[in-house]
């Protein structure tokens, strides 16, 4: 089992190439961790832009940006799409690691 604090930093690093990118597009503007949901096997990172987290300017808004998911067992890193809510993605996740055989 990981702490969350290293899942977050594994959350950070997979968004870094995609930050790099954002910021390049978006000068001022960085990717932000916004919300967090623990589960039984991990956790939901959901990311946004700072200027929307900040202004509520939905011209700021991240769309179809989906939750980085890190499991708690090992520290696997997903990127999720976008269109589901958090319970589809818990969901859809721990489908996903009982069809791996990755469940205890």
Known sequence: MIPFEQA???AEMHLN???THFQN????DDLILVKVVEFSNGWL???NSKNYHETRNFLYNLI???PVI???KEGNVYQ???GKTEGEWIDE???FLESKNLLD
């Open 17 to 19: 190439e995609s930050r």
């Open 70 to 72: 890190v499991d708690n």
């Open 8 to 10: 977050k930093k594994i």
């Open 25 to 28: 597009t978006h000068p001022g």
């Open 80 to 82: 999720a799409g976008s």
């Open 45 to 47: 990172f959901f990311f």
């Open 93 to 95: 996740f721990n489908k």
């Open 64 to 66: 179809g940006l989906g």
